[in-house]
Nanobody, 121 residues
Framework: QVQLVESGGGLVQAGGSLRLSCKAS????????MGWYRQAPGKQRELVAR???????NYADSVKGRFTISRDNAKNTVHLQMNSLNAEDTAVYYC???????????????WGQGTQVTVSS
């Protein structure tokens, strides 16, 4: 099995910063894309940022210029540096990864359990 464990959420004032981290563990042969999604109360889960194994990234328009995603392939970790946070960034943030457990098994998508980010205005 594969587990994604997030850390780094919390309460921050508007304009502040937080850094989220997610580590994948278990039987892992390779990880293609890793990313972060978020879900605010009463809203659908949405993509925040995603980074492929080669390093290419994509971001939601609402976070461009404020958030930066990075990954450490050797450690199977992904980070999300969040700057200039505002109340609209308040949500549960979920780590996501496309994992290949062995060379012959198909790629499977996994989710973390989520970490709460609350921005006070």
């Amino acid at each position: 099995q594969v587990q994604l464990v997030e850390s780094g959420g919390g309460l921050v004032q508007a304009g502040g910063s937080l850094r989220l981290s997610c580590k994948a563990s278990g039987m892992i042969f390779s990880i293609n894309a890793m990313g972060w999604y978020r879900q605010a109360p009463g809203k659908q889960r949405e993509l925040v940022a995603r980074v492929r194994q080669g390093g290419s990234t994509n971001y939601a328009d609402s976070v461009k210029g404020r958030f930066t995603i990075s990954r450490d392939n050797a450690k199977n970790t992904v980070h999300l540096q969040m700057n200039s946070l505002n109340a609209e960034d308040t949500a549960v943030y979920y780590c996501n990864a496309d994992v290949k457990r062995t060379i012959v098994t198909p790629t499977v998508n996994y989710w973390g359990q989520g970490t709460q980010v609350t921005v006070s205005s």
